[in-house]
């Protein structure tokens, strides 16, 4: 089971860019989805957060420039990030909390991160 993301790049400020990352392999179910981000010399932190029931979280940061959503089967999960700043620069990893089947706890997975960089 590997979380595959895609859809970094750089834009300039107040450009959008949008972000997926796809589940690949044989699982049960994938609860929890996020996206995460990290910057040089500075801990990873959380940019926005998904559940199974429909909820979602973001960091007061983003609240309002970026959307996390789903697909149907809930194995794929995008965020789209618009007005971006130089800020938001940094290495965006997925993340997906995964139960591989009934009869195994759940185990943490991340993908392998996509640059986004934005220019002032």
């Known amino acids: 089971v590997q979380l595959q993301a895609s859809g970094g790049g750089s834009v300039q400020a107040g450009g959008s860019l949008r972000l997926s990352c796809a589940v690949s392999g044989s699982i049960y179910s994938a609860n929890v989805m996020a996206w995460y981000r990290q910057v040089p010399g500075k801990q990873r932190e959380m940019v926005a957060i998904s559940t199974t029931d429909g909820g979602t979280n973001y960091a007061d940061s983003v609240k309002g420039r970026f959307t996390i959503s789903r697909d149907n089967a809930e194995t794929t999960v995008y965020l789209q990030m618009n007005s971006l700043k130089p800020e938001d620069t940094a290495v965006y990893y997925c993340?997906?909390?995964?139960?591989?089947?009934?009869?195994?706890?759940?185990?943490?997975?991340w993908g392998q991160g996509t640059q986004v960089t934005v220019s002032s």
């Open positions: 993340y997906a909390d995964i139960t591989l089947s009934t009869m195994l706890p759940n185990y943490d997975y």
